[in-house]
């Protein structure tokens, strides 16, 4: 396997329960494909956990809100979703590197083949990918000019989603929120492996622990209330053979997240008993290096995780107090834009 350079290292994808090809299916299977790929959104199921968020209760690190368990949907569906994913995958990355822009898939397109035996256990909802931040607006060009209707209107920068093939395509420029990480997604693509599988088309993956520190900080910015699913990734992406703790720490010293690393570990050590994560805690300390990032998320998860000022509080948990002020300029940026957007939008309805 070649990275994004062109040298050759070693694949890190397990290819046990990747799917046959489209044109392998019978009829029928086919026919419940196209029923199976109607828009399923997670950021709509978000919404409704946030808006039915169960009592608080206490724990040893954090008091945390319990939401209410969602279901995954059933096995065949997944499965199916899985089969198709890869053909909108490929019309989208061919598109964008045909304009020379990089595309890394992350999260539940990749996860399920990386970390699961069987990829029917690990719901997809929408396609992740990851672009240097300086390639955006190309990016969002291409997505126009191919009727995929990119909708740029979000409270965070450099984000856009396209609709492709019934999918919703997630496109994101930074780790975590913009200026959290000190890290690029360029930074990563130094070290991603070009691979043919599982896809079945050449196409980039992350190195494991910089796949591993996306989730991290996807789960941080959600306030420790991902998905189930994506719960079960961090579970399984630290007993991953490659998984290399001192690493994942290194890398979050690097993009000054350690804090943030070290609320995640804690989490996944004592409230969902993940020996693993207790090992990463211990490489960082008994205690983030930032008492600052540690007492204000807490006491916003303690207010039920509030939008925005859980926005303001994952955009400036940075461990040091410039990155914390450019996260914060930057989160607010992005609000004042995506309000100004919305308003500019209702004068022309």
């Not at 291409?142 to 979000?154: F, I, K, L």
């Amino acid at each position: 396997m070649q990275n994004a350079r062109g040298d050759v290292g070693e694949c890190s994808v397990v290819e046990v329960g990747s799917p046959p090809p489209v044109e392998d299916l019978q009829p029928e299977v086919v026919e419940e494909v196209q029923v199976m790929l109607l828009p399923m959104s997670l950021s709509s199921a978000r919404e409704t956990v946030a808006q039915n968020a169960g009592t608080v209760r206490s724990s040893p690190s954090y008091d945390r809100v319990m939401p209410p368990p969602i279901a995954a949907p059933p096995a065949r569906t997944t499965w199916i979703r899985h089969v198709a994913a890869p053909s909108t995958l490929q019309r989208v990355v061919s598109a964008l590197e045909s304009e020379g822009i990089p595309v890394l898939p992350v999260k539940g397109i990749l996860t399920a083949h990386v970390l699961y035996e069987d990829i029917a256990a690990r719901p997809i909802g929408d396609i992740d990918l990851r672009l240097p931040r300086g390639r955006f607006r190309t990016a969002v060009r291409v997505g126009r000019a191919h009727g995929w209707a990119p909708q740029t209107v979000s409270p965070r920068l450099w984000e856009a989603m396209l609709k492709v093939d019934g999918w919703e395509v997630d496109i994101e420029c930074t780790l975590g929120p913009p200026g959290l990480c000190a890290l690029s997604v360029e930074d990563v693509l130094e070290r991603a492996q070009r691979s043919v599988e599982p896809f079945g088309f050449p196409h980039l993956q992350p190195e494991l622990n910089d796949h591993a520190l996306i989730l991290v900080l996807n789960a941080f910015k959600d306030g420790l209330r991902p998905m189930p699913w994506a719960l079960e990734d961090l579970r399984r992406i630290a007993r991953h053979a490659q998984f290399d703790p001192q690493a994942l720490v290194s890398r979050a010293r690097q993009g000054r997240v350690v804090s943030a690393l070290w609320v995640i570990a804690t989490w996944l050590a004592d409230e969902h008993g993940a020996p693993e994560w207790r090992d990463v805690r211990a490489r960082i300390g008994p205690s983030p290096p930032s008492v600052r990032v540690d007492r204000v998320y807490a006491w916003v998860r303690r207010r039920g995780w509030p939008p925005k000022p859980g926005l303001l509080v994952t955009a400036g948990a940075s461990d040091g107090l410039r990155g914390c002020a450019s996260g914060l300029a930057l989160a607010a940026a992005g609000i004042t834009r995506a309000r100004f957007l919305r308003t500019l939008q209702k004068l022309r309805t």
